[in-house]
């Protein structure tokens, strides 16, 4: 396994709870079903999409990342690129003031152009570009 996968493998191992921007109401398109999988597969899942409240399926949805009633391990985003940034800021904030967010981890095809930088600073791991469904499978092995 190279250095980046091994990072995903262990970061998502290590994690219980997760908070899903941007997850969908819409069944059928990843941010939906991703999400859905992973609280069948045992993770702890909340939605953040002030759209989609107060549940998708069985995830209960919150508005914000700091309407999140338990500590976060992974921050997982399915929003464009374009909004990572304020998203990642969001999360940082949470950290300050809730000392929780092991892990911001965008997917497949989302990235930041700041986004490895901030979370350095701020402790925070980083993955970016990367489907938490797909890391899941060798997680299951």
Not at 3 to 19: G, M, Q, R
Not at 90 to 107: E, H, M, N, P
Not at 115 to 135: F, L, M, P, S
Request: proline share 5%.
């Amino acid at each position: 396994m190279n250095a980046e996968l091994t990072l995903a493998v262990e970061t998502l191992k290590a994690a219980k709870n997760i908070a899903v921007v941007g997850l969908s109401r819409n069944p059928g398109k990843s941010a939906h079903d991703i999400p859905l999988f992973m609280a069948s597969a045992g993770y702890n899942i909340i939605g953040v999409n002030p759209h989609a409240t107060p549940a998708v399926a069985t995830v209960p949805v919150v508005d914000t990342l700091l309407d999140v009633p338990f500590t976060i391990d992974i921050v997982n985003v399915f929003r464009p690129s374009e909004d990572t940034d304020a998203i990642i800021d969001q999360a940082i904030t949470r950290k300050t003031q809730q000392g929780d967010v092991s892990c911001i981890w965008l997917q497949q095809g989302i990235t930041s152009k700041h986004g490895a930088v901030k979370c350095a600073a701020a402790g925070i791991t980083y993955i970016e570009d990367t489907c938490i469904y797909v890391i899941q499978q060798y997680v299951r092995v």
